[in-house]
T-cell receptor
Framework: RKEVEQDPGPFNVPEGATVAFNCTYS??????FFWYRQDCRKEPKLLMS???SGNEDGRFTAQLNRASQYISLLIRDSKLSDSATYLCVVRFTGRRALTFGSGTRLQVQP | NAGVTQTPKFQVLKTGQSMTLQCAQD?????MYWYRQDPGMGLRLIYYSASEGTTDKGEVPNGYNVSRLNKREFSLRLESAAPSQTSVYFC????????????FGPGTRLTVL
């Protein structure tokens, strides 16, 4: 079983829709949480960090539930430009490197 | 400020050939990483270097070697390429560890025939 699991999708949604992705992690000794975005055939880029209290950046809201070991990303008012793969990323305690989920693909349609 | 650069962008090798993937960063970061990305597998860590002069194995190090030439450069070498090493390779760097953002290079698409 992977340490960080995501629904691969694809999620096909119309412009303006609200879409949510979930991610679960298996190791409770976890330190930091992130969402990265990866466009087709491009490198991953940090979208946002995820804090215990939840955090928002414009149309994007990230939440963390440590007790249930899951992270969520909510995108409101989807734009065509939001089409990408969203990677859930965890830094587990004691490890120097990040652990990546395999990503959830989002396709926003006109 | 170029960020993280990688060369080459594309490469085709025959089984048994060797090659070195180059990575450089101009952000004065201490930590550098090599990942491979395969369909449905996500990014998997091959090797990392927490600081100049140190390297450590990641999740999938077999068949690879690395060199942290200086603070800027971190190369990945395939001594005898195998078809299973066909993948997209990303180099990344970060200022420290913990909550610091990792910055990625544009990737190298490698095909081993």
């Amino acid at each position: 079983r992977k340490e960080v699991e995501q629904d691969p999708g694809p999620f096909n949604v119309p412009e303006g829709a609200t879409v949510a992705f979930n991610c679960t992690y298996s190791n409770s000794a976890s330190q930091s949480f992130f969402w990265y975005r990866q466009d087709c055939r491009k490198e991953p880029k940090l979208l946002m960090s995820v804090y215990s209290s939840g955090n928002e950046d414009g149309r994007f809201t990230a939440q963390l539930n440590r007790a249930s070991q899951y992270i969520s990303l909510l995108i409101r008012d989807s734009k065509l430009s939001d089409s990408a793969t969203y990677l859930c990323v965890v830094r587990f305690t004691g490890r120097r490197a990040l652990t990546f989920g395999s990503g959830t693909r989002l396709q926003v349609q006109p | 400020n170029a960020g993280v650069t990688q060369t080459p962008k594309f490469q085709v090798l025959k089984t048994g050939q060797s090659m070195t993937l180059q990575c450089a960063q101009d952000m004065n970061h201490n930590s550098m990483y090599w990942y491979r990305q395969d369909p449905g597998m996500g990014l998997r860590l091959i090797y990392y270097s927490a600081s100049e002069g140190t390297t450590d194995k990641g999740e999938v190090p077999n068949g690879y070697n690395v060199s942290r030439l200086n603070k800027r450069e971190f190369s990945l070498r395939l001594e005898s390429a195998a078809p299973s090493q066909t993948s997209v390779y990303f180099c990344a760097s970060t200022e420290g560890q913990g909550t610091n953002e990792q910055f990625f290079g544009p990737g190298t698409r490698l095909t081993v025939l």
